[in-house]
């Protein structure tokens, strides 16, 4: 293990820490401590932490690292630092799959529903890219393009379908994500069962999937069958996004910061940095989900902050790559 994963896990670990003792009800580590031995200073403590705090705690770390590790398998798989997890549109096809169920559906649905439209929207952009045979990953690209638009078409008639008074505000709350309605551990055990297996296949297969940014000849010549190794690591990566996004909504960004912050800190290898990209993923949502229930009396939606954080991360590489013009050219 390298020093970046060892790092970032310590980050990690502190902001976990961090996110269990503030909030509402705040807890003091000499309160957490009590309550981890069994010594609690009130039952109200013992259930706000075991019941309230922690299960949303976990929840919003693992899905940070899961849209992180998401986002670096497909920038590798595209060969383009630039893309982000929704490039298949499966967080629109959740989108829409939980307005569905918002409207039309009893409310313990939204989550599955939500699950299973995202990953037939993004088999159906593996469908139509098949189409595409001279270039599999243009092919991708383009159905991604496609499907896209067509769950953002749906999208819009389902909300001017929606009740304004009682359906649309429910609507537009959910698509900018949130993780307010965590309520227990069921929650947590849902992603954790789609998250875990999928994030170990990923990272049994690193090496393979590294081998993409080579371009399929160049990986075939090493061994490798491109087309199968693309479609696992595919699927794989959307299980992912697709698990966060139907739990706490659409969660922007974190998939795209992350992998650029590990390779600001010469984490560019994807194959040796794919646990610290996790870590890193966590903790950025983490520190949003952090400022959304703390910073003011009414919860505000986790992706403003996650915006805000990308919005000013790459307002700082712009500046930082002019000062290095600059400099070169003087």
């Not at 995202?118 to 496609?146: D, K």
């Not at 297996?197 to 993409?212: E, Q």
């Not at 706490?248 to 560019?268: F, K, N, T, Y």
Request: glycine share 10%.
């Amino acid at each position: 293990m390298n020093k970046r994963f060892w790092g970032t896990l310590a980050l990690w670990a502190g902001m976990l820490v961090l996110s269990a003792c503030l909030g509402r009800y705040s807890l003091s580590l000499a309160d957490m401590g009590g309550i981890l031995l069994g010594n609690p200073p009130s039952q109200t403590a013992a259930g706000v932490f075991w019941d309230i705090r922690l299960p949303r705690v976990m929840l919003t770390a693992v899905s940070g690292g899961a849209l992180a590790v998401s986002g670096m398998v497909f920038q590798t798989v595209f060969s383009n630092p630039l893309v982000s997890p929704d490039v298949l549109g499966v967080a629109s096809g959740c989108s829409v799959g939980a307005v569905l169920a918002l409207l039309f559906l009893p409310g313990w649905t939204l989550p599955l529903c939500s699950f299973a439209c995202g990953i037939l929207t993004v088999a159906f952009a593996l469908f139509l890219s098949s189409f595409v045979r001279h270039n599999r990953v243009l092919g991708m690209v383009l159905a991604g393009i496609v499907v896209g638009s067509i769950s953002s078409a749906v999208l819009m008639l389902l909300k001017f379908l929606a009740d304004p008074e009682k359906q649309l505000a429910s609507i537009e709350y959910w698509l900018m994500g949130s993780f307010q309605n965590i309520s227990g551990w069921d929650e947590v055990s849902v992603v954790a069962l789609l998250v875990i297996p999928a994030h170990l296949l990923l990272y049994g297969g690193r090496f393979r999937v590294k081998l993409l940014s080579l371009g399929d000849d160049q990986a075939q010549s090493l061994g490798i069958q491109p087309s199968r190794v693309r479609l696992l690591a595919v699927i794989c990566a959307t299980v992912l996004v697709a698990a966060v996004v139907s739990a706490a909504g659409v969660v922007s960004w974190i998939g795209l910061l992350a992998p650029h912050i590990l390779r600001l800190l010469g984490g560019r290898d994807m194959a040796k940095n794919m646990g610290a990209c996790f870590f890193t993923g966590g903790i950025l949502l983490m520190a949003a989900d952090l400022c959304a229930r703390a910073l003011s009396t009414v919860e505000i939606p986790v992706s403003i902050f996650t915006s805000l954080f990308g919005a000013v991360f790459l307002c700082g590489l712009l500046i930082r790559a002019a000062r290095r013009k600059g400099g070169g050219e003087s």
